[in-house]
């Protein structure tokens, strides 16, 4: 199994600003996944890190408004950027071990 | 869009009920898994089923696979207050998973 901490479990922020969560795994694993879930719908994955190389982003996510860093392989962060009140989501790391995904507590933020 | 489509959208019942939800996916698939999200918070992983097996059980789960008909579904059998949940089907393609829509479980004392 594989233990997640993320964190802020949640914000709220003024639009306009930028806020970057970070997501650290107990054991070291080759990708990383950030999700994206809207309010009362499902996981939507917004890119995979890869240590060592750049985020993979998935259609409809760019670099420039979802920075992604991944330092090591027990460490990753996705920055929101240039917030907007339609950012307002649970936000999710994940990995996965054993065909399994584990999953961080999410940050919920709110832009206002 | 790849994201596979759950029914019902949310089920109400009675402690001791037996609560079924269903998932119907687009593309062939290695394994079908099942989550549990309490409360928008992050997922846990409750059962996998492989592409070659047609039921599995893990205590009071049970999910059924039909690959002919891109279709799956999870029993909770004997329900409790505790398993008040929203619960997503996810399957696998190209090394990334792609949850269903969910299903809203409500479990009344």
């Known amino acids: 199994s594989a233990v997640i901490s993320q964190k802020p479990s949640r914000d709220i922020c003024q639009r306009g600003t930028s806020l970057t969560i970070q997501c650290q795994v107990d054991?070291?694993?080759?990708?990383m996944f950030w999700y994206r879930q809207q309010p009362g719908q499902s996981l939507t994955l917004i890119a995979t890190?890869?240590?060592?190389?750049?985020?993979?982003?998935e259609s409809g996510f760019v670099i420039d408004k979802f920075p992604i860093s991944r330092p090591n392989l027990t460490f990753s962060t996705l920055t929101v950027s240039n917030m907007s009140p339609e950012d307002s989501s649970i936000y999710l790391c994940?990995?996965?071990?054993?065909?399994?995904?584990?999953f961080g507590q999410g940050t919920r933020l709110t832009v206002v | 869009s790849q994201q596979g489509e759950e029914d019902p959208q949310a089920l109400s019942i009675q402690e001791g009920e037996n609560a079924t939800m269903n998932c119907s996916y687009k593309?062939?698939?290695?394994?079908l898994q099942w989550y549990r999200q309490n409360s928008g918070r992050g997922l846990v992983h409750l059962i996998l089923?492989?592409?070659?097996?047609r039921e599995k059980h893990s205590g009071r789960l049970r999910v059924t696979l039909d690959t002919s008909k891109k279709s799956s579904s999870l029993l909770i059998t004997a329900s409790r207050a505790a398993d008040t949940a929203s619960y997503f089907c996810?399957?696998?393609?190209?090394?990334?998973?792609?949850f269903g829509t969910g299903t809203r479980l409500l479990v009344s004392p």
């Open positions: 994940s990995v996965e071990h054993n065909t399994e995904a584990f």
């Open positions: 054991s070291q694993v080759t990708m």
């Open positions: 089923i492989r592409s070659n097996e």
């Open positions: 593309t062939s698939i290695n394994n």
């Open positions: 890190a890869n240590q060592g190389s750049e985020a993979t982003y």
């Open positions: 996810a399957t696998d393609s190209f090394q990334k998973l792609v």
